[in-house]
């Protein structure tokens, strides 16, 4: 692929309104509130963008690119089924309780609900799952550009974290939500034309459905067995794996999006931030699988859109999108198609950084090392934390270089960590009866069970390091399976030391438990603008979407 | 410069700017290549028709306060 100086032209505009967001933003700034919660002011449109925007990571437009060629059209489900209901459930039950309760961050809540020592656990993972998931970006950013661009690895590095490095540290979380919203529109417009021309080379629709085997252009026909589908996944695993554990796991409980709903102007705004991202959620599979299913269309069609392989000799699927931006793009549109897979890297990157710096600011360091610094001291605590996420990145990005093993255990123990994480939430927003302790062990057994099942099943090879009890037909119905097991234990321990250690007094838990908290009465409003019907008409899309392509 | 705080003004600007930026390309490029041309315009109006529209968005919402 051989950029031109309007390429470079397009890039270097980008890298300048980017930088220049932080600038301007930059004397709104005073304190920590404004550095690291945007003083809880952004309105409904830029929270709902960001929020879809901060999980639109490279892994996303790269990622479900590969999986829409490997899996087709059962790729869908991450999003209709596991994400549109979760993010309707955040709105519509879960933003209360993170809202009205003043909490800083999800860790904190968990602090207010249950105990220290819960919130501790939960920061600390948290915080070393975003500066490792920031450095996996970087890597793969540089690793992407010095492949089809052949630019300089170190360079690719250095230049992307002083970029993100430099719009943070001045705008803080501000900043990072408005270049995620610049990013959200950079990439579904830098894609878009890619979508159209790619349709209209194989002729449209009936050109895919003429070119790619029929069952990839199914989402639910072939899951009444994991041999009927190309993901190798049972409808029990991905309903309850994929669908509830996993999706509300990520989408009502990791702090990284949470976040973005968090510093809505008031309560009204955060509940129909995760429901009206929701809407461009169910679309979003044109602009990033749609592109995979096209290139299997092209494949059949034509000659010269061959994937290369991988040191296995399998396919390597992850370059789909760069090889339709080489094969359909002119000079030109080509530097806007890159431009969005830069930003769609820095906007994952700037997410994690930024989530980073609040959670260490306010639970780790705030909580157990100055607990009564002034507001001026944790903004200057932020900025710091800021750099060190940056710098961390960095050696995480020249790690992952090196070891690439090593990164791909890190993602499978974080994965442990989080899978049982609803179950905990769940139970201490809608059972006034769980007690600290009950989830602080709940969490420990549920993440063991993760690690033990990983170890005592195997799939395509991997797991399997204790015994092989059983082997699952693929590693995505593996990792279905462990998320559902481990939240069944999470449940079940947490229900057991709950019902024998002592729960807090009721009236400390005014305002984060279902039960003990007035409901709000929407009855000056307009029903459709009310966050419960809102969520109930994107729901009645998935459903009409889910019956159209069945 | 308050002005410029307003994020919709910012992406209407980026976006005119990339848009002009690929029409003027299309335009001023060798015409044997009608083809990629044609592909730079019909991207270039897009790109530069959400620019205005984002900049018209602020302004109306100004009207109306």
Redesign the interface.
């Known amino acids: 692929m051989k950029l031109e100086l ?1 390429d470079y ?2 890039i270097a ?2 890298f300048v ?1 980017v930088i ?2 932080g600038f ?2 930059k004397r ?1 700034v005073k304190s920590a509130n404004d550095f690291l919660m945007s003083n809880r002011n952004i309105p409904l449109w ?1 929270t709902s963008l960001a929020f879809i925007s901060a999980n639109l990571g490279a892994q996303e437009v790269l990622g479900m690119a590969a999986n829409g060629a490997k899996y087709g059209l059962y790729t869908v489900h991450f999003y209709w089924l596991g994400a549109a209901l979760a993010m309707i459930f955040l709105g519509v039950f879960m933003m209360p309780f993170y809202y009205g309760s003043k909490a800083r961050s999800v860790p904190e809540y968990l602090k207010l609900r249950f105990d220290e020592k819960t919130r501790t656990f939960n920061a600390f993972g948290f915080a070393a799952m975003t500066v490792f998931s920031s450095g996996v970006s970087l890597y793969a950013l540089a690793m992407l550009m010095e492949v089809i661009l052949g630019w300089n690895f170190d360079l690719s590095i250095w230049v992307a974290a002083l970029v993100v490095f430099v719009y943070i540290f001045m705008g803080g979380l501000t900043s990072a939500v ?1 270049n995620e ?2 990013q959200f ?1 950079l990439i579904v ?1 830098g894609i878009a ?1 890619l979508v159209f ?1 790619g349709l209209y080379k194989v002729g449209g629709w009936e050109g895919i459905v003429a070119n790619v085997q029929d069952y990839k252009l199914h989402v639910w026909k072939g899951l009444d067995d994991p041999s009927h589908n190309p993901m190798g996944v049972d409808a029990f695993s991905m309903v309850f794996g994929l669908g509830f554990v996993l999706a509300f796991g990520y989408w009502c409980t990791d702090f990284l999006v949470v976040q973005r709903a968090m510093i809505s102007k008031n309560l009204s705004d955060a509940q129909k931030t995760p429901i009206i991202a929701a809407i461009p959620k169910i679309l979003m599979p044109m602009i990033v699988i749609l592109p995979g299913i096209i290139m299997l269309a092209l494949q059949n069609k034509f000659s010269g859109f061959e994937l290369p392989v991988t040191a296995n000799g399998d396919a390597n699927y992850n370059m789909v999108l760069p090889i339709l931006l080489q094969k359909l ?5 080509l530097g ?1 198609g890159i431009t969005a897979l830069i930003a769609s890297f820095m906007s994952g990157m700037a997410g994690n950084v930024t989530a980073f710096n609040t959670v260490w600011t306010f639970d780790i360091y705030q909580s157990h090392i100055k607990k009564n610094g002034s507001e001026k001291h944790y903004y200057y605590v932020g900025k710091i934390a800021t750099v060190a996420g940056i710098l961390i990145s960095i050696m995480t990005a020249y790690v992952a270089r090196g070891f690439n093993n090593i990164m791909d255990l890190l993602q499978l123990v974080f994965s442990f960590v989080n899978a049982p994480l609803f179950a905990t939430f769940f139970l201490g927003m809608f059972w006034k009866r769980t007690t600290g302790h009950g989830a602080f062990w709940g969490l420990i057994c549920g993440t063991a069970t993760a690690t033990m099942t990983h170890g005592l099943t195997v799939a395509e090879g991997k797991g399997g390091w204790i015994a092989n009890t059983h082997e699952y037909f693929s590693g995505t119905s593996q990792a279905f399976n462990i998320a559902w097991i481990s939240f069944i234990v999470c449940v079940i321990v947490t229900i057991a030391i709950s019902l024998v250690t002592k729960p807090k007094p009721e009236e400390e838990l005014v305002g984060l438990v279902y039960s003990l908290t007035p409901k709000q009465t929407d009855s000056n409003k307009i029903w459709y603008k009310n966050p419960l019907w809102m969520g109930v008409g994107v729901l009645l899309v998935t459903i009409i979407f889910n019956i159209i392509f069945f | 410069m308050n002005k410029l705080y307003d994020l919709r003004i910012v992406i209407g600007i980026f976006f005119l700017i990339i848009g002009f930026l690929l029409m003027g390309y299309a335009f001023l490029s060798d015409g044997s290549l009608e083809e990629n041309n044609k592909i730079n315009l019909y991207c270039g109006l897009l790109f530069s028709s959400f620019g205005l529209l984002m900049l018209l968005l602020k302004t109306k919402r100004k009207k109306n306060n």
């Open positions: 309007i032209l397009i505009i980008y309104f220049g967001i301007l933003l709104q830029i408005y919203v610049l529109f417009l034309p021309l793009y002119p000079n030109g549109i806007v």
